[in-house]
């Protein structure tokens, strides 16, 4: 039925109103999706597949988030290009840099105009991007439902370009030649002084010494403005590779020596604890809450398998589940001792009087 509705009626699709789902954030506050009906998810996924091709044959190279054959681990391996120790990663700067509420504030226009899709589809688009939440407001003026299957491709479009903020910034770098008869002598090159590596909403800025980080704020704002969006001035700001700095749940890190370490945050470490231990309390059979705790785990350590994990072993969480288990273990035996201490009392009585009887007899 839904095949049929979409083949005939694509072209003049009507969007309903979204559903509001409120998701806790690790600072406490609750962030709001705007949830499509299937149909309507489904009816974005074809205008997805219709507009992707177009997009990705002309997106930068260093943007990662939610593009087909890219992930967090692209952009974990080129932070490491530009921050191992040949690459002199100990002399740089970071500026970390977070978007307030991009997907309720993004542009429409600034999203719209950068799709191609037919003039049937891209009519239906206007409409979906406007479509209100049920019960709270019949018509958005602006942002995108982070809950719709097309929102990543339409805030990727309108950020498009923002990672590439600071390559007009050169800078001279001074090399050592390190083989043949120049060997040991110093040479000098123009580079790129600022690489930006974005994933969706979330970005960082490497910066080389003598990059102006300043000037790079400023083009920053002027960039967001134009789409109607700003920075977060708490989360925003610049550090030292010696520091360490937080990115996609890793924490990267340069240390006295030079060299480049990567570990999981420990927000991201405290995560996966609480997710644990939250399944254990909130599960049903032993059984199930194993099978979950596993994959849990599982998942955890596949995206963190290229990280240096002497730090974040989960000794303590699997010990904390088999004290679990046995204190389970234990309560299940108690309880059926108390079970067949219960009818063997009940049995009693009728025991004496069969014995009474026999011996009458």
Known sequence: MLCQRLNKHWYHWKHQQLRRVNIPKPNGKTRGLGIPTIA??????LLKLAAEPAYEATAG???????PGRCTADAQKLIFDNLKSNANGMDKLILETDISKCFDEIDHKVMLDGIVLPKEALKGLKLAVKAGVRGEYPSSIKGTPQGGVISPLLANIALDGFE????????????THKSGKK???KYYKWSEGIRGIRYADDAVFICKPGADTKRLREDIDKFLESSGLKINE?????????????FLGWRFRVNSRGVFKSTPSWENYADIKSKVKTTWKNGTTTEARLKTIESQIRGWRQYHKNCDMSKHSLWSLNHWVWRKLRAEKRRMAQKEAEKARRLAIKGKPLGARLARSHQSR
């Open 164 to 175: 590439n903020l600071g390559n007009d910034q050169k800078v001279r770098t001074e090399y």
């Open 61 to 67: 190279e260093r943007s990662y988030g939610f593009r």
């Open 234 to 246: 708490t989360k925003t700001k610049v550090s030292k590779t010696t520091d360490g700095f937080d």
């Open 183 to 185: 060997s040991g002598e």
């Open 40 to 45: 309507d998810r489904a009816w974005q996924a």
